[in-house]
C-alpha cells in the first residue's frame, strides 16, 4: 500500500509565502514524476507544477518565477515553495507521483489529501 500525506497549507497575506511538502510511504520501489495540482471545489484539478525523477520541471504559466518545485528522492518527498502568493492562489493543493510499488508490473498515480492555501488580507 502506498500513501501521499501533503502539508503546509495555511492562510497568508497577498505577497508572502508558503512551503508545501508531499511524503510518500509503503511498499515503493520506485517514484517518477511528482506535482502539485489544484482545484476549485467542484471543477477539474489542474497542473500547477510537476518535476521527474532527473529534476525537469514544468509549471503552469500562472506560476512561472513564482513557484518552484523541487524533490528530495532519498526521502521520497516533494515539495513546493510558493512566494509571491496572489489572491487568486487560493484553493487546495493535491499532490500527485506516480509509483511503481515492489512486486508490481506497472505504475499507478497516487494522490495527497489535499491542504487548503489561503491567500487573504
Not at 25 to 50: D, E, H
Not at 86 to 100: F, G, P, R, S, W
Amino acid at each position: 500500500q502506498v500513501q501521499l500525506v501533503d502539508s503546509g497549507g495555511g492562510l497568508v497575506q497577498p505577497g508572502g509565502s508558503l512551503r508545501l511538502s508531499c511524503v510518500a510511504s509503503g511498499s515503493i520501489f520506485k517514484i517518477y514524476t511528482m506535482g502539485w495540482y489544484r482545484q476549485i471545489p467542484g471543477k477539474q484539478r489542474v497542473l500547477v507544477a510537476t518535476i521527474t525523477e532527473d529534476g525537469n520541471t514544468d509549471y503552469a504559466d500562472s506560476v512561472k518565477g513564482r513557484f518552484t518545485i523541487s524533490r528530495d528522492n532519498a526521502k521520497n518527498t516533494v515539495y513546493l515553495q510558493m512566494n509571491g502568493l496572489k489572491l487568486e492562489d487560493t484553493d487546495v493543493y493535491y499532490c500527485n507521483a506516480e509509483i511503481l510499488q515492489h512486486g508490481y508490473g506497472r505504475s499507478f498515480n497516487y494522490w495527497g489529501q489535499g491542504t487548503q492555501v489561503t491567500v487573504s488580507s
